[in-house]
């Protein structure tokens, strides 16, 4: 039962991991959209270039027609529940499965919506920062063999798999949480 649980959260933490990687968050005040490569400085009908909140729509309805749950948060983030975790999922994909077609539909998005994937560049230096900050406040609450972020993989932090599944870690996630929200994990298998 104890690996049947580490993997669920595993899973869990892969599928919310995924879901915040797809943020499209920003540090600054703009609105305006980045350029996007090809658009040869086009403009929509109204004269204007497309802003954050259009392209995130853009994307989120793109999701959506590829058969994946999304939801745009207030702060205009696009957030995929993690698969399998919850009672309104009867039925549906789980794990790998599920992963699987999330990439596949991202994938996809990203081509029919290129500026998503700059705006998810775009926050990748504050990413990187919030999990440096994660993973020091993990060390001191206990958690000392929490590894320092990789900037390749844009400010996930690597779970060890024996870490994911103990009380300890969940107190410290608890307290670590509320002082940097948002940072993607990435599970690594128990050894």
Known sequence: ??????????????ATGAALTMTACSTEPEDKAPRVAGDQGRQNAKGKTQDQGSITQAYAQ???DQGQEVKVDEQGR??????????????GKQGAEAADDLRKAMKKCDVKVPG???L???????RLKQARGLVDCLHKNGISDMPDPDPKDRGAVSAPGNTMDNEKMAKAIGICGKKFPGVPFKAEQAK
Not at 1 to 14: D, K
């Open 120 to 126: 998810r560049d775009k926050g990748d230096t504050e």
């Open 78 to 91: 696009i957030a995929v529940p993690a698969a399998g975790t919850g009672d309104d999922n009867a039925g």
């Open 1 to 14: 039962m104890g690996r049947t649980l580490a993997v669920r959260i595993a899973l869990a933490v892969l």
């Open 116 to 118: 998503m994937k700059q």
């Open 62 to 64: 793109c999701m959506s």
